[in-house]
């Protein structure tokens, strides 16, 4: 993981937004969902996994949400760090990555765009199973994640430690769990500054 450890350090340090500012249309879904239900944002903490320089974790945490952003890269927390105090928002952030962070508490919501399809498929069933059992009883996991199409060419920054999910893979690890929200769709990508299309499924599962 060093290798990927040190091109995103690259990459965040030679961009001002490598991901650029606006968050996942994942964040608003999860917003409206938790609004249907009638739950406050400031009664719940959320981790983002994956969360790079914080476009997602400073949104949240600017609705209320106590946010911790997890990620493997220093020079992306940094960012995070930077950035959330620039917004007026306090959060916490954890150095680690997918495949062994610990969490230091339950959390009502896991959160994470673009980043579980660097878990390699034979670890994916126990990363999962460790992000459910760290998530509070009714709580909440919003997932997106890459996948795979013949159509789609691979990305001009996509790396040798990605490996995209299979159509419908996500749900498969959501069976004992109520699955509020689920698409599949084809999105247009600058990132890098470099024009390209990846297709993702987007879940929003509550835990019973």
Known sequence: MAGQENK???????SDCYWGTK??????????????????????????LGCGEGR???????????????????????KTKLFAERAGVEIKTIEASLFDCVFERDYDIVFSTGTVHYIPEDSRERCFEYFKSKTARHGFHAISTLVEKPFIEKAPDSEEQVTLFESGELMSYYKDWEIIYTIETIFDCNSGGVPHRHAVNRLIARKP
Request: charged share 25%; aromatic share 6%; with cysteine.
């Open 8 to 14: 995103y350090d690259q990459r965040y340090t030679e």
């Open 23 to 48: 968050p996942s249309v994942l964040c608003d879904r999860l917003l409206k969902v938790l609004a249907g239900l009638e739950l406050k944002p400031s009664d719940l903490s959320m981790i983002d």
């Open 56 to 78: 997602n974790t400073i949104y949240m945490a600017r609705r209320g949400i106590t946010v911790t952003g997890l990620d493997l890269s220093p020079a992306g927390l940094q």
